[in-house]
């Protein structure tokens, strides 16, 4: 249960150790750009942009749209915070039911010794 | 009675996990303080279900509540909310019925997408640890599930509500 979340952050991380990365990161918070905006602005070749960009959008950091010949990048984060906020919901509905579950079980095991006790008598 | 009063503290609430545990399955996880056969029996009859499926802070009620807690028996609930005039309905089959251990179910209301839950009931010492496991079909099945519930945010509309329950399919 812990591996699937544990691996997802750590290749966030990995993702993350990378100046250039973190650059684009940051570009992409001001405004999208296209990979060849970003190679420009950070001094690469193009292919080596698509890499950079391609390990950000693996972790879902950055999400990419290609429209004719061009390829624009935007923040992905917001996927990440929905999924969050959705799995938050979820345990929230959950755990709600679980508190009125436990009534019914505190219920069940009371009426369980009366009965147990009746037997007995 | 105050000696058993002392072997048993009031227990403090379980904590509920939830974790996207790979990219088609989502676990809910939580303790409940009794043994496997009492965590099973209000799960398995309709008018125990009743009591707790439908959280007081949810405002939403059963209008119906059919479950046959059996190999292959079918389940239906209806739910009703006070500001939707549409009812909603979940509905599927129990696929395997252990008593005391293990329940699965599909959910069928959504059509190919919908999850098969397995519910497991493993009792240690006075309690019992329930996980629940939804695994959809897909990834595109559960990202699809989650997308819907998210974009508009949790529990603040009927609609919303809709989403998250059709998500939980429980």
């Given amino acids: ?121 | 009675m105050d000696a058993r009063r002392e072997s048993e503290p009031a227990p403090a609430k379980n904590r509920t996990t939830v974790e996207r545990k790979s990219e088609r399955e989502l676990v809910v996880t939580r303790t409940f303080n009794g043994p496997a056969r009492i965590v099973f029996e209000a799960w398995s009859k309709p008018e125990l279900l009743k009591r707790w499926w439908t959280p007081k802070s949810y405002e939403i009620s059963f209008i119906s509540c059919e479950a046959d807690v059996r190999t292959g028996g079918m389940y239906r609930f209806v739910f009703g909310h006070a500001t939707s005039e549409q009812p909603l309905e979940f509905y599927g089959r129990y696929i395997e019925a252990t008593p005391h251990a293990r329940l699965v179910w599909t959910n069928d209301e959504g059509g190919e997408g919908g999850a098969v839950t397995t519910v497991t009931f493993e009792e240690r010492g006075a309690e019992t640890l329930v996980v629940m496991h939804d695994l959809y079909p897909s990834k595109e099945a559960l990202d699809a599930a989650i997308a819907s519930g998210s974009t508009s945010g949790i529990g603040e509309s009927f609609e919303q509500l809709d989403e998250v329950l059709a998500g939980a399919r429980q």
Avoid: N, P
């Fill in chain 1, 1 to 121: 249960m812990v591996q699937f979340s544990q691996l997802r952050f750590d290749t966030s991380f990995a993702a993350l150790s990378d100046a250039t990365r973190r650059g684009v990161l940051e570009q992409l918070g001001h405004e999208d750009a296209s990979i060849t905006d970003l190679a420009q602005k950070f001094h690469m070749t193009l292919t080596g942009m698509k890499k950079h960009v391609g390990v950000l959008e693996q972790v879902g950091l950055v999400t990419t749209e290609k429209v004719g010949r061009v390829r624009t990048c935007r923040l992905g984060l917001r996927r990440l915070e929905e999924e969050a906020a959705w799995i938050e919901g979820y345990r929230q509905l959950w755990d709600a039911r679980f508190s009125e579950l436990d009534k019914v079980v505190e219920e069940l095991k009371r009426k369980e010794k009366v009965d147990g006790r009746k037997k007995r008598e």
